[in-house]
């Protein structure tokens, strides 16, 4: 009569753990890398190019949060290449503060959003103990590019997370 009862009665739902939706190395909605500026783009002033937005001869990017600016420097680095020790090298590699003059040069960031930034690659950074500015971190001898990948996701994770 026991086993009756058993039968009868209803299972409890099994539980799962729960899973990331996706992999936390790859920050989800990753900007493209924008083209090498043109030379008529690289030469024309800021000041200039705002002009020629006003009277609609100019189509600037949407400027990105400090989060997409951050993944889109990583996209930037990855379609160019990486280097130490020079903002571009003559092969056309760059290092993170070349690439973010890139982003900014072309209107993918405005000033503000970069300084934002640049805040939270510096806090990333502080979490590890590292005192000294990104830059001069980036052009450590014993550096890799993987070590770059791994500091630029974990700083976008980090904006994002503070709503940035």
């Known amino acids: 009569m026991a086993t009756q009862e058993h039968a009868t009665r209803p299972e409890a739902p099994l539980r799962r ?20 500026p043109t030379w008529g783009q690289r030469i024309l002033p800021a000041s200039i190019r705002g002009l020629l937005v006003d009277l609609g001869m100019w189509q600037d990017p949407t400027p990105l949060p400090p989060s997409g600016h951050l993944t889109q420097t990583l996209a930037v680095l990855d379609r160019y290449g990486w280097c130490r020790s020079l903002d571009y090298s003559p092969t056309g590699r760059m290092c993170i503060r070349g690439a973010q003059n890139l982003l900014e040069k072309t209107g993918h960031v405005t000033p503000h959003a970069r300084a934002r930034a640049v805040d939270h690659m510096q806090n990333v950074l502080a979490r590890h103990g590292v005192t ?24 976008a994770y980090t ?5 940035e």
């Open 17 to 36: 753990p729960l899973r990331p939706a996706g992999p936390l190395t790859a920050a989800p909605d990753t900007p493209a890398a924008p083209d090498w």
């Open 132 to 155: 000294m500015p990104f830059h001069a971190w980036n052009d450590l001898p014993h550096q890799q590019f993987s070590n770059i990948q791994t500091f630029l996701t974990r700083a």
């Open 159 to 163: 904006a994002r997370a503070n709503g």
